[in-house]
């Protein structure tokens, strides 16, 4: 029997999308939307109301369909049947920007093009006279959106809106500015378990920070710009994610498609790249740095520092340097000791060796009005000059007073400044440096022939030639930042069991946008709060011990409270259990070197969340106080005044280092005992790493 005649049914199909498109959806659209592709290109297909961009399952990649709405322009990301990232709805845009002080969004959908892989539409907007050009070019595993205003408008801001929830929950951003506090005291993991609203989230930004987030649905999002971003996530509870740029240059952002939130992460570290060393020696893993800092803050001087040296030896309070932080020089800039606090800097620094310590020396490159360095480096033309006015140098105010930044663009102000740093080494016998404050400002404008981003690559190359002791360099967004393999320390934390709380999520986020080598804060906290309680230094000791490495400056001995100037001594208990969390870390080191050892293979964080190793335990997405240390340790300490703690412990099975038993996991443990002296840590079996970490723990 003859199959009756499918031709007009299929006239009518192509009648009906005719009539339900937009008029400037030709039939040269049509044609081009039917253009037969490859069988693993992407392709498209038309409705009346969308367009859907289809890229097919691969070896490597999941596949996934954007969909595009053309009535009022939105995109929506699916994978396997289920939406993992959409666009905010209505009003707010998914493709909005600002002009005249108001916020303005693309419309509908007036024209487009599929030519060459590329999906080009254009739109109307809000703003009369003004459309959104906006390409969309889809790869196996991500596709990149480029946009850009035109017409009558003149946007001073671009940006990106998505509906959070559309993805699950977010990670990312690095240090993040939240109503609560943060990153001093606050970090919410996920981002969207709390607020997030980070004006000045830029390249010359004092805080680690990267445009990039992921989230628990195997999505990404990475912008690609240099400059100011104003970023806002569940801004008052709103459920919105708004990632916008201080300009009207194109917006470019990259969206990833991924099987999980690793394989994200790893994408996003194929375009930055991954450390090419790390900037820490194996000592520097085993052993903390002791840094002056929070033990004196300003009030420091050569016999203070003498006396903290001895005791931390006298105790059994091990480490490998001992850092002088700030004010020890005459002036901001001077590069010289005030003689009235350092009467004979050379013997104190032979008294420190003699001790066992290297000796380090906290820096800045941003020297005071009232230095006698000053204005010798301004008359040389050696400071960066200011943006509104590039006849005179640029001045910024800090927490010691105002300054200008010597300008490392320029190769005589860098040989100036470095000349000077290495006669003070060598004449002090100074081993190694604590570079502080920023390579640049907004404020300023960079040397001719250099954006504002290449300070982050000038300041990482200045580092590199210095031991940085194990607290390595604030330096971020640039990929020679990423690349240098610096330690990474985070911004000054308080002194109470949020900010230890703060410490280990701060972490997780520094280490999952492609820094790896991390250690928190000053263990105790450092940002002039009261000196920390037994139970919160005992806590973040036992806690640093259980990351890549550990960065000391409360003394578990004694300390001056900042608040009041008195002293606080600390019991036989505190310094014991402070001792035990050195030696723990100390035993972990060969284990930690072998981490260190895979980063530089592959980019992969040594300090990671959970669903990094476990992506199909959906308890592990919002666990905020454990982690994985490599692939077999996992981290469970007590972060809370609490006698108890939930522990949760992903499918395998684990070995429990402080009752000494094989336990198995998929559950949580909803009590598990922490007497002051346990930091609970479990190892998992049947892992390459498994009897390494087994050595090192029991």
């Not at 001792?579 to 895979?598: C, E, K, M, T």
């Not at 669903?611 to 919002?622: C, G, L, N, V």
Request: glycine fraction near 8%; charge should be neutral; include cysteine.
């Amino acid at each position: 029997m003859r199959r009756p005649s499918r031709r007009p049914r299929a006239l009518l199909a192509a009648l009906a999308l005719a009539l339900a498109l937009p008029a400037t959806l030709t039939a040269q659209h049509r044609a081009e939307a039917a253009a037969a592709p490859s069988p693993q290109a992407p392709r498209l297909t038309t409705s009346a109301d969308r367009l859907t961009l289809t890229v097919p399952r691969s070896r490597t990649a999941p596949g996934y369909q954007l969909q595009v709405t053309t009535g009022q322009l939105a995109l929506t990301t699916r994978r396997s049947g289920s939406t993992v990232l959409a666009t905010a709805p209505g009003d707010t845009g998914a493709l909005r920007f600002r002009t005249a002080g108001t916020w303005q969004h693309a419309t509908r959908v007036t024209h487009w093009t599929w030519r060459g892989g590329t999906l080009t539409l254009t739109a109307a907007t809000t703003a009369p006279g003004a459309t959104v050009e906006a390409r969309l070019t889809p790869a196996a595993d991500r596709y990149q959106l480029d946009w850009r205003v035109t017409g009558a408008a003149a946007p001073d801001r671009l940006g990106l809106a998505y509906a959070l929830n559309s993805a699950g929950h977010w990670y990312g951003h690095g240090e993040a500015e939240t109503p609560n506090g943060g990153p001093g005291t606050d970090q919410p993991w996920p981002l969207d378990s709390g607020q997030v609203v980070h004006p000045g989230f830029g390249p010359a930004s004092y805080y680690m920070v990267d445009p990039f987030w992921y989230t628990s649905a195997a999505t990404g999002l990475r912008v690609d710009t240099g400059q100011v971003m104003d970023v806002d996530l569940n801004q008052g509870g709103d459920g919105l994610g708004r990632f916008d740029i201080d300009s009207a240059a194109p917006y470019k952002a990259t969206v990833f498609v991924e099987s999980t939130p690793l394989d994200v992460y790893r994408d996003y570290i194929g375009i930055v790249g991954r450390p090419a060393k790390s900037d820490a020696t194996y000592r520097q893993y085993a052993e903390p740095v002791w840094n002056s800092w929070a033990q004196f803050y300003t009030h420091v001087d050569q016999a203070g520092l003498l006396d903290y040296a001895r005791r931390l030896h006298d105790n059994g309070v091990t480490g490998h340097t001992l850092q002088l932080d700030d004010k020890w020089e005459s002036n901001y800039g001077n590069m010289t000791f005030d003689a009235k606090a350092y009467p004979d800097p050379g013997a104190m620094s032979r008294e420190i060796h003699g001790l066992g310590f290297d000796f380090g020396l906290w820096v800045t490159l941003w020297i005071n009005l009232d230095s006698d360095q000053y204005r010798y480096a301004a008359d040389h033309g050696y400071l960066l000059k200011d943006a509104a006015d590039t006849t005179k140098p640029c001045t910024v105010t800090w927490w010691n007073g105002t300054a200008g930044i010597v300008d490392l663009g320029n190769p005589d102000a860098k040989a100036w400044y470095e000349g000077r740093l290495k006669s003070l080494m060598s004449a002090y016998g100074i081993d190694g440096l604590k570079f502080d404050t920023r390579f640049f400002d907004e404020r300023c404008a960079p040397h001719a022939g250099y954006k504002p981003t290449d300070y982050q690559r000038l300041g990482a190359q200045l580092a590199d030639g210095y031991d940085l002791q194990g607290v390595g360099i604030r330096v971020h967004w640039d990929p020679a930042a990423h690349r240098a393999g610096f330690v990474t320390r985070q911004e000054d934390k308080g002194t109470g069991w949020n900010s230890l709380r703060a410490s280990v999520t701060q972490n997780l986020a520094i280490s999952t946008i492609g820094y790896p080598f991390v250690t928190t804060d000053m263990i105790g906290g450092s940002s002039g709060e009261p000196a920390p309680t037994k139970e919160v230094l005992v806590r973040w000791a036992q806690s640093a011990s259980l990351m890549p490495l550990m960065y000391a400056s409360t003394s578990p001995v004694e300390t001056t409270d900042p608040t009041t100037g008195k002293k606080v001594v600390y019991d036989r208990q505190t310094t014991a259990l402070y001792r035990a969390a050195i030696a723990r870390h100390a035993s972990l080191a060969p284990y930690l070197w072998d981490q260190v050892q895979q980063t530089l293979k592959t980019g992969d964080p040594i300090m990671r969340p959970l669903f990094f190793d476990f992506p199909h335990d959906r308890a592990a997405y919002t666990v905020s106080d454990e982690w994985m240390l490599g692939p077999a340790v996992l981290a469970a300490p007590q972060l809370t005044a609490a006698p108890t703690r939930p522990v949760h412990l992903p499918p395998g099975t684990w070995y429990d280092v402080a009752h000494h038993k094989t336990l198995k996991g998929g559950r949580t443990l909803p009590s598990y005992a922490t007497p002051l002296g346990t930091a609970p840590v479990f190892v998992k079996l049947n892992t390459p790493q498994t009897e390494k970490a087994l050595r090192a723990l029991r």
